[in-house]
Structures are given as structure tokens and as C-alpha cells.
């Protein structure tokens, strides 16, 4: 353990020494949130999982919300890799209207969850560790949604625990292709760190802008790009970038995109066609650059791969539909959730 720590601790040291930690100005007064987002308000109280894993004590923050009148349900959210349980504010709402209880966690090295130091990030683990959030709150058999990383996160558990879901809802996930069979070169965790600790609120705007909301932008989004930005320019921005560092490498390196067919479950597949989201897009050469992220193509292929899928697209919408035309969202949601 204190190896992993002198690591880390190397590494954060060798970023000051270049000059890549980019702390807010004096005069930036936006806000600043702690390294587990303390200070950020979520729409529901936040309850704590406290757990030991990789002999790591973590804590995993999530909100637990119950219907007025409950139709014997129980929904599980999982966010992005840009997104925190809060930003499904507007679906826990419409959930929780028609009765379902809905757990939203924040997993492991996520906005109000711990962040680790060291930690062997997979989805089976990420998986393992949801599996377990539900057994300490009594939770059997769930339908479970996830959006974009939760995508591929609710993918691994489909095909872990496939007696555990009544249906699996993949919204806009990412997943859907090989980006490095498809040409993308491989990039160390130590690159990724240093694209971290640059990041800012006119990135987080100018990208999500673009992808997540085909072009288009609303002043209720800005709460999401400070949400992001607050964590990044906080006094624990270090260890929120090496977190996304090795998260991000996950995605890289552990495709769900080959295992489609043997997903058991019943599959909501719903796509903003307008999406354009890769990971690590901006890595690769522009000639194999235009080939990833096209999701009316992704899509289709993906539900004809998957046996019990349904497909709903939404031509206009980007990578987080659900936020950009809520209402258009949730009406597919419920038409296709199964009752």
C-alpha cells in the first residue's frame, strides 16, 4: 500500500514539477466542491453504503427514493462517466410518480463516492459492488437504466447477474463499438491524468454542448457543466483527475462490445441519433476519427446483436436525452418499460 501511495504521490509531483495542475484563478468566483462533492446539493437525501474492497474502506453515496404509492418496483440509474446520480433528477421523479423506488448511486470514483488512490477499476467490480449496494438494502430482482458508461456498467451486470434484472434500459450507452479495434491508439494512464487536470468549465460546455445536446443549449444545463467543473477546480481536483484517469482506461480496455449476444434480458435500447460520443475520440487519426461515435449506426447494429432488444431513436436528440427533451424521453421510457 505505501508503494501505490509514493506512486501516486510521484505522480501528482511530477505534474506540479510541468506545470499541468491548473488550480482556479484568485478571481474565478464559480463555485468549488470537494473531492466528494461536498457543497454540490442533490435533489434527495444522500445515504452512504460503507464497504471494504481491494482492502480499500469506501464509501458509496446514493439516493434511495420512495414512491407515495408503490407498485411493488424497484429501478436502478446508473450515471455516465460525466454525470453524477443527481443528473437523473427529472427521471427519479417520473419513476417515483408511477410507483417505482429508485436507487441512483454515484459508483466508486464518482462525484460523491470515494475516490481512491489506487484501485483496480473494472465493471465487474463496479457490478460487484452495486450487487452488493442492493443486498445490504434488502433489493432483489430490479429493472435497471444506464446512460452512456452506465451503459456498458449495466451491460457487465446483465450478463453477471442476469436472474437479478426484469429488464435492462441502455440509454445512449457507450460500448457499442471497439474503439481500439477500430484503429484508436492506446493511451496510459498517466496521458489521461494529464488531460484531466486541464479540464474547465468552457470544455465541459463547449463539448457537452455539441454531443450531448446536438448543437443546442439551455441555461439549465450550465448546472451540470459546473457540477463537473466545481470538482475539477476544488481543493481535491488532483485525486478527482487520477480517478477519472483510471476510469477512463477502464472503458478503453474492457469492451462488453463482443459479449452482446449473450445478454439474456430484456433490452430497452434507446438512442439520440445526433450523438456522436467516441472515447478518446481526440486521440485518433482524423481518417479513423470519422468512422466512431455514429450511433444510428451503432444502434441498429446493436439491437439486431442483442437478442431481446428493442430499439426507440430519437432523430434530433444527442448523447443525454433524458436532459434535452425530457418529456419526449420519459413518454419512450414508460411505453417501453416492461409492467
Known amino acids: 500500500m505505501r508503494f501505490f501511495a509514493a506512486l501516486f504521490l510521484s505522480v501528482l509531483a511530477a505534474?506540479?514539477?510541468?506545470?499541468?495542475?491548473?488550480?482556479?484563478?484568485?478571481?474565478?468566483?464559480?463555485?468549488?466542491?470537494?473531492?466528494?462533492?461536498?457543497?454540490?446539493?442533490?435533489?434527495?437525501?444522500?445515504?452512504?453504503?460503507?464497504?471494504?474492497?481491494?482492502?480499500?474502506?469506501?464509501d458509496m453515496a446514493y439516493m434511495d427514493v420512495k414512491?407515495?404509492?408503490?407498485?411493488?418496483?424497484?429501478?436502478?440509474?446508473l450515471h455516465g462517466k460525466n454525470f453524477c446520480a443527481a443528473t437523473w433528477q427529472d427521471t427519479i421523479k417520473v419513476l417515483s410518480e408511477k410507483g417505482y423506488r429508485v436507487i441512483a448511486p454515484d459508483q466508486i470514483g464518482f462525484c460523491k463516492s470515494t475516490k481512491p488512490a489506487h484501485y483496480q477499476f473494472t465493471f465487474q467490480q463496479l457490478a460487484?459492488?452495486?450487487?452488493?449496494?442492493?443486498?445490504?438494502?434488502?433489493?432483489?430482482?430490479?429493472?435497471?437504466?444506464?446512460?452512456?458508461t452506465g451503459g456498458m456498467l449495466g451491460m457487465r451486470y446483465a450478463l453477471m447477474y442476469p436472474d437479478a434484472l426484469d429488464q435492462l434500459v441502455l440509454v445512449d450507452p457507450i460500448g457499442l463499438e471497439d474503439w481500439k479495434a477500430k484503429g484508436e491508439p492506446w493511451q496510459s494512464v498517466d496521458v489521461w491524468y494529464q488531460q484531466e487536470l486541464k479540464v474547465s468549465a468552457d470544455g465541459i460546455?463547449?463539448?457537452?454542448?455539441?454531443?450531448?445536446?446536438?448543437?443546442?443549449?439551455?441555461?439549465?444545463?450550465?448546472?451540470?457543466?459546473q457540477m463537473l467543473a466545481g470538482l475539477n477546480r476544488g481543493p481535491g481536483h488532483e485525486i478527482v483527475a487520477w480517478n477519472s484517469a483510471l476510469l477512463y482506461?477502464?472503458?478503453?480496455?474492457?469492451?462488453?462490445?463482443?459479449?452482446f449476444e449473450k445478454i439474456s434480458v430484456p433490452v430497452l435500447l434507446m438512442i439520440g441519433d445526433k450523438d456522436t460520443t467516441a472515447i478518446g475520440k481526440n486521440f485518433a487519426p482524423p481518417e479513423v476519427r470519422a468512422t466512431l461515435g455514429n450511433y444510428p449506426a451503432l444502434g441498429k447494429a446493436a439491437a439486431a446483436r442483442i437478442p431481446h432488444a428493442q430499439l426507440v431513436e430519437f432523430p434530433d436528440l444527442g448523447h443525454a436525452p433524458q436532459i434535452q427533451a425530457p418529456d419526449e424521453f420519459h413518454k419512450a421510457l414508460l411505453d417501453g418499460l416492461r409492467n
Open 15 to 58: 505534474a506540479i514539477a510541468y506545470g499541468a495542475i491548473c488550480p482556479a484563478s484568485a478571481a474565478d468566483d464559480s463555485p468549488a466542491y470537494g473531492p466528494q462533492l461536498q457543497g454540490f446539493d442533490y435533489p434527495w437525501p444522500v445515504s452512504h453504503f460503507a464497504f471494504t474492497s481491494q482492502g480499500e474502506t469506501l
Open 249 to 259: 482506461d477502464m472503458i478503453y480496455t474492457q469492451p462488453v462490445f463482443y459479449e
Open 67 to 77: 414512491p407515495a404509492t408503490p407498485n411493488g418496483k424497484t429501478a436502478v440509474l
Open 205 to 225: 460546455r463547449a463539448y457537452e454542448r455539441s454531443t450531448y445536446y446536438a448543437g443546442n443549449w439551455q441555461p439549465g444545463y450550465e448546472r451540470w457543466v
Open 128 to 148: 460487484g459492488n452495486t450487487r452488493a449496494l442492493l443486498a445490504s438494502l434488502g433489493i432483489g430482482r430490479v429493472t435497471m437504466i444506464g446512460h452512456s
